[in-house]
């Protein structure tokens, strides 16, 4: 999935990027504002890095954000005429792209949203990073150690400052409360396994014994293949996940294989409507971030026109 850089944070050293992790509920798709007119090629007075829903990425921002890291790795201690140097420019020259063409696609998702940073929010900001950089000196040899002028920041700040509010926009589609259930399973390596133990928990055995002396699912085995209260969304393997929501407390069900191999579920509780604890909201949010996101790429008309 791609995601935001965060570029300007990363060049001042103020905030990192938190990963996005597994399967995702549904996020609606934006609507993207359709370009004025036809795409045109780019032209020797504004050569063109990209153009995205054909609204132009200018060659010369593109190369300013490029020497921007290139300094910063010199400044770090890397000499970028190395075959490592050049490879992590190299690497990196592609990812500033895709994130000017993401800060792109964003914006015209906001503003189909109706959503805006002003003037005011970026002096807002401004004033944060200055005070935490102790003073206004500071914060100008910060600023100048990274390469940018305040002009740049301001445009990286404007652009930060928007996606965190079309992303919160995007993370209010995910609810407060949802239907959970309370399961565990074994896992083995092959059908044959599985469906002889199977076996032995219809005849009586103990799921939770047997769950301790043979699944292979490290981070359950020990506690009797407990996978606690979750939401749909949350598992690894969405096909337990399915499994576990289609019984009745205390049923168990058939054997389902996942790519991680295969599993015996068992359902021991439900609760229609339950509070979703932090954590799993917190990763039904990244989840809906991250297939927003994704939807903003599927329906983007990109030409790029650097490697």
Not at 40 to 58: D, F, K, M
Not at 102 to 122: F, N, P, S, T
Not at 137 to 164: C, H, I, N, P, Y
Not at 272 to 293: C, F, K, N, T
Request: hydrophobic share 40%; proline share 7%.
């Amino acid at each position: 999935m791609k995601r935001a850089l965060l570029l300007f944070f990363l060049l001042l050293g103020a905030c990192t990027m938190p990963p996005p992790t597994g399967p995702a509920q549904s996020a609606p798709s934006p609507t993207l504002p359709a370009p004025t007119a036809p795409p045109l090629p780019p032209t020797p007075e504004r050569p063109l890095a990209a153009r995205v829903n054909g609204q132009p990425i200018y060659l010369v921002d593109y190369e300013r954000q490029v020497a921007q890291y290139q300094d910063m790795l010199a400044a770090s201690g890397v000499d970028v005429s190395s075959p490592e140097g050049q490879e992590r420019l190299r690497q990196m020259r592609a990812k500033i792209l895709e994130w000017m063409i993401e800060q792109v696609l964003i914006e015209q998702a906001a503003a189909g949203m109706g959503i805006a940073v002003g003037e005011g929010d970026v002096q807002a900001a401004i004033a944060q990073l200055v005070q935490d950089a102790g003073s206004q000196e500071a914060f100008q040899e910060r600023l100048a150690r990274s390469g940018m002028t305040l002009e740049d920041l301001r445009v990286q700040l404007r652009a930060e400052l928007l996606q965190a509010r079309v992303l919160e926009h995007v993370q209010a589609t995910v609810p407060e409360r949802a239907e959970q259930v309370h399961a565990r399973h074994i896992l083995v390596d092959t059908r044959e396994r599985a469906e002889a133990l199977l076996g032995q928990i219809r005849a009586g055995a103990d799921f939770a014994q047997l769950a301790r002396t043979y699944s292979q699912d490290e981070s359950t085995r020990d506690a009797g293949g407990d996978l606690g209260w979750f939401p749909r969304g949350i598992l690894l393997a969405p096909e337990v996940e399915e499994v576990a929501f289609s019984l009745q407390a205390g049923q168990v069900g058939p054997v389902v294989q996942s790519r991680f191999g295969y599993h015996i579920v068992q359902t021991l509780e439900r609760k229609q409507d339950e509070p979703l604890s932090p954590e799993h909201r917190q990763l039904l949010w990244d989840q809906a971030v991250q297939r927003w996101l994704e939807s903003l790429w599927n329906q983007a008309v990109i030409e790029r026109f650097v490697e």
